[in-house]
């Protein structure tokens, strides 16, 4: 799951601000770039740039490159490039 914060800054996981207060302690999800409490779910989906299928030999050299796995068979593997 991705995020964005108000100051549009994009992560995976959330950082974790801790408080005490005497014998209380507070701890609340942050941004890990400004500190902002105020974040939400991005839901914009990566555009797809490069759709291949390949011999399972030559797999491992296009995750290299930033491709990712959508289905595998049994000669060939078809790869999806996403920005």
Do not use: R, W
């Not at 601000?17 to 507070?26: H, K, M, P, Q, S």
């Not at 490159?65 to 490039?81: H, P, S």
Request: proline share 1%; charged share 25%; net charge negative.
């Amino acid at each position: 799951m991705k995020y964005i914060c108000e100051q549009n800054h994009e992560f995976e996981h959330t950082a974790k601000l801790i408080t005490v207060a005497g014998n209380v302690t507070l701890e609340q999800a942050i941004c890990p770039y400004c500190q902002s409490i105020i974040y939400h779910e991005n839901k914009q989906e990566s555009k797809i740039t490069s759709v291949i299928s390949v011999d399972l030999s030559e797999v491992d050299t296009k995750l290299k490159e930033g491709y990712v796995v959508e289905a595998l068979y049994a000669k060939t593997a078809t790869l999806v490039k996403k920005e």
